[in-house]
């Protein structure tokens, strides 16, 4: 994966995967590179592996705080002919108008994504436990199951 690589030893998503989801997304005008980045995070959602959590019944809930970081890295860029910030005054006002369910992190049923898990940064990424890796292998297993129509 050339995005969300933070994800590649603990996901079955593959790029074409991403690029199929989002080709129709268009950047936001006069987004920084810390409004571009966190507009990623969020699309790879899609490659966490931990979406049971957070993707139910083909609805994504973000975590209001992580709703309030892209209102603040994004407030000036453009969306609708206006700045953001002049659109919504606070982050869960914002996901929620982008169709998205809004929780608080403290209820851990929330996508949210930790800028120190980015490894294109500079960090060292996230631990991965062999337990992790084979909880992976086994749910990759099932969905390629359930896509072929046998589970």
């Given at each position: 994966?050339k995005?969300c690589t933070?994800?590649?030893?603990e996901?079955?998503?593959?790029?074409?995967?991403?690029?199929?989801t989002?080709?129709?997304?268009k950047?936001?005008?006069g987004?920084t590179?810390?409004?571009?980045?966190?507009?990623n995070y969020?699309m790879?959602?899609?490659?966490?592996?931990h979406?049971y959590?957070?993707?139910?019944y083909?609805?994504?809930?973000?975590?209001e705080?992580?709703?309030?970081?892209?209102?603040?890295?994004c407030?000036?860029?453009?969306?609708k002919?206006?700045?953001?910030?002049?659109?919504?005054?606070?982050g869960a006002?914002?996901?929620?108008s982008?169709?998205?369910?809004?929780?608080?992190?403290?209820?851990g049923n929330?996508?949210y994504f930790?800028?120190?898990?980015?490894?294109t940064?500079?960090?060292?990424g996230?631990f991965?436990?062999?337990?992790?890796?084979?909880?992976?292998?086994i749910?990759c297993?099932?969905?390629?199951?359930?896509?072929?129509?046998l589970?």
């Amino acid at each position: 994966m050339k995005n969300c690589t933070w994800y590649k030893e603990e996901s079955c998503c593959t790029q074409i995967e991403i690029d199929e989801t989002f080709k129709n997304m268009k950047p936001l005008q006069g987004s920084t590179p810390a409004c571009q980045r966190h507009v990623n995070y969020l699309m790879c959602y899609i490659c966490s592996p931990h979406q049971y959590i957070f993707y139910i019944y083909q609805k994504l809930t973000v975590c209001e705080e992580f709703c309030d970081a892209i209102l603040t890295h994004c407030q000036d860029a453009i969306l609708k002919g206006s700045r953001i910030k002049d659109l919504h005054s606070n982050g869960a006002q914002f996901c929620k108008s982008r169709n998205l369910e809004v929780d608080r992190k403290e209820n851990g049923n929330c996508f949210y994504f930790d800028e120190t898990e980015d490894n294109t940064l500079g960090s060292s990424g996230s631990f991965i436990s062999q337990v992790g890796i084979l909880s992976l292998t086994i749910l990759c297993f099932l969905i390629q199951l359930s896509v072929a129509g046998l589970y």
